[in-house]
């Protein structure tokens, strides 16, 4: 076990017979020296008390979501901040429902629902409550959101059944909930680029040449990055999107003004060119407003590659790029292109031309082409964004170790 000294763990103990064991992974985390809060609901107090918690955490134990004391001390939203990690052991099929609904009645859910930190969940519940169609939906639906699910084992139960529903062991949750804290620390050494978004090239004052990127996975992929560690800035379009406060976020709106944005915040140590740049500028902008006429000739001129010249650019080169391709067709041909032509890492290629996977859906469905590796490709099958960049920045992570 390691050093976990200035981690900051925020657990909630919900109501069921698994919350002894909540009680030695506390104890685990303090023999290692990290700071521990915890939030009891109102029926895990019927199983533990809160000055065995606090007894053995050594932090403030936290039980009301009106508690004037509290709020005064630290309100609930100053505690969804403070904490790196929230770990909810044993979280019961009750709190799974209240997460995956947005319902916020109590201290628990609402600083759960307030936070932007990593959330790890270890159910606790009978072999039928876990199997049941509702559970497992609820359960989807909060993979999808970022969670992070550990366990349950198959064992024994309290109830007298046996099944697939045991929390799972306090060392193995610890040793999860470590490796990512440990990662974390590893990874705030490192710096990650991204670009994000559409790029609008002007006609004239009021019209300009886009495209119909949302920005959606961009955002997604800075926001898993920033979660692991990564000091991430984030290089946007023009988008509607909101972003966490402790990402650098840098506005832009032309291809010219993300190549440069780009170009100052080089070196990193890796870059993921998400944004669909606009290939093509006007010659020629118009300073004043094009008065509608029976014809017109627009000029057009290349845009400069940013991705090329990245992946080019050898004093300054990140560690690994990725390029991404957003097709309509051949798309394994014209990402294979790209890869060679653009000299990067990676190309993430997927097809725009679908409902389900286009530039305004919350989900995506995408190929990885890789350049020296052991395998040439890999897809990542149809699932939301969110996922989608959690299993991109896990393959990062990866190669990078």
């Given at each position: 076990m390691k050093n976990l000294a200035n981690k900051k763990i925020l657990f909630i103990i919900c109501g069921g017979i698994a919350a002894y064991k909540s009680l030695e992974l506390i104890r685990l985390f303090r023999k290692n020296k990290a700071e521990i809060r915890t939030i009891l609901t109102k029926s895990a107090k019927k199983f533990v008390t809160p000055l065995s918690v606090a007894s053995l955490s050594q932090g403030k134990v936290y039980e009301d979501l009106f508690s004037i004391e509290n709020e005064l001390e630290?309100?609930?939203?100053?505690?969804?901040?403070w904490a790196d990690v929230i770990i909810v052991a044993p979280v019961t099929a009750n709190t799974i429902s209240k997460l995956a609904t947005g319902n916020a009645e109590d201290l628990a859910s609402t600083v759960i629902l307030a936070s932007n930190k990593q959330v790890y969940l270890a159910p606790a519940m009978n072999v039928r409550m876990w199997e049941h169609q509702s559970t497992q939906k609820n359960l989807k639906l909060l993979k999808s959101y970022g969670y992070k699910i550990i366990g349950p084992e198959i064992g024994d139960m309290a109830c007298g059944e046996y099944g697939e529903g045991k929390m799972s062991e306090p060392l193995s949750i610890y040793n999860e909930i470590q490796n990512f804290l440990l990662e974390k620390i590893k990874n705030n050494k490192l710096k990650a680029l991204v670009t994000a978004g559409p790029t609008n090239e002007y006609i004239d004052?009021?019209?300009?040449?886009?495209?119909k990127s949302s920005g959606k996975q961009g955002y997604e992929i800075a926001k898993s990055l920033h979660k692991r560690g990564f000091d991430t800035t984030l290089i946007s379009g023009p988008t509607s999107l909101k972003i966490h406060e402790e990402i650098k976020l840098i506005q832009v709106e032309t291809a010219e003004e993300m190549f440069k944005a780009t170009q100052k915040n080089l070196p990193t140590d890796?870059?993921?060119?998400a944004a669909a740049v606009g290939d093509f500028k006007v010659s020629l902008k118009q300073k004043e407003k094009i008065k509608k006429l029976d014809n017109f000739t627009l000029k057009l001129e290349k845009n400069v590659d940013i991705l090329s010249y990245v992946s080019?650019?050898?004093?300054?080169?990140p560690k690994i790029v990725v390029g991404f391709a957003a097709e309509t067709a051949n798309i394994e041909v014209n990402a294979v292109k790209k890869l060679k032509n653009k000299n990067c890492d990676w190309i993430i290629a997927n097809d725009v031309s679908k409902n389900e996977t286009g530039f305004n859906s919350e989900n995506n469905e995408v190929m990885i082409f890789y350049k020296n590796r052991n395998i040439e490709k890999e897809r990542l099958s149809l699932k939301k964004k969110s996922e989608i960049s959690e299993e991109i920045v896990d393959r990062l992570v990866a190669q990078l170790n």
């Amino acid at each position: 076990m390691k050093n976990l000294a200035n981690k900051k763990i925020l657990f909630i103990i919900c109501g069921g017979i698994a919350a002894y064991k909540s009680l030695e992974l506390i104890r685990l985390f303090r023999k290692n020296k990290a700071e521990i809060r915890t939030i009891l609901t109102k029926s895990a107090k019927k199983f533990v008390t809160p000055l065995s918690v606090a007894s053995l955490s050594q932090g403030k134990v936290y039980e009301d979501l009106f508690s004037i004391e509290n709020e005064l001390e630290m309100d609930h939203i100053a505690l969804s901040r403070w904490a790196d990690v929230i770990i909810v052991a044993p979280v019961t099929a009750n709190t799974i429902s209240k997460l995956a609904t947005g319902n916020a009645e109590d201290l628990a859910s609402t600083v759960i629902l307030a936070s932007n930190k990593q959330v790890y969940l270890a159910p606790a519940m009978n072999v039928r409550m876990w199997e049941h169609q509702s559970t497992q939906k609820n359960l989807k639906l909060l993979k999808s959101y970022g969670y992070k699910i550990i366990g349950p084992e198959i064992g024994d139960m309290a109830c007298g059944e046996y099944g697939e529903g045991k929390m799972s062991e306090p060392l193995s949750i610890y040793n999860e909930i470590q490796n990512f804290l440990l990662e974390k620390i590893k990874n705030n050494k490192l710096k990650a680029l991204v670009t994000a978004g559409p790029t609008n090239e002007y006609i004239d004052p009021v019209r300009f040449i886009t495209n119909k990127s949302s920005g959606k996975q961009g955002y997604e992929i800075a926001k898993s990055l920033h979660k692991r560690g990564f000091d991430t800035t984030l290089i946007s379009g023009p988008t509607s999107l909101k972003i966490h406060e402790e990402i650098k976020l840098i506005q832009v709106e032309t291809a010219e003004e993300m190549f440069k944005a780009t170009q100052k915040n080089l070196p990193t140590d890796i870059a993921l060119f998400a944004a669909a740049v606009g290939d093509f500028k006007v010659s020629l902008k118009q300073k004043e407003k094009i008065k509608k006429l029976d014809n017109f000739t627009l000029k057009l001129e290349k845009n400069v590659d940013i991705l090329s010249y990245v992946s080019n650019h050898n004093s300054m080169r990140p560690k690994i790029v990725v390029g991404f391709a957003a097709e309509t067709a051949n798309i394994e041909v014209n990402a294979v292109k790209k890869l060679k032509n653009k000299n990067c890492d990676w190309i993430i290629a997927n097809d725009v031309s679908k409902n389900e996977t286009g530039f305004n859906s919350e989900n995506n469905e995408v190929m990885i082409f890789y350049k020296n590796r052991n395998i040439e490709k890999e897809r990542l099958s149809l699932k939301k964004k969110s996922e989608i960049s959690e299993e991109i920045v896990d393959r990062l992570v990866a190669q990078l170790n």
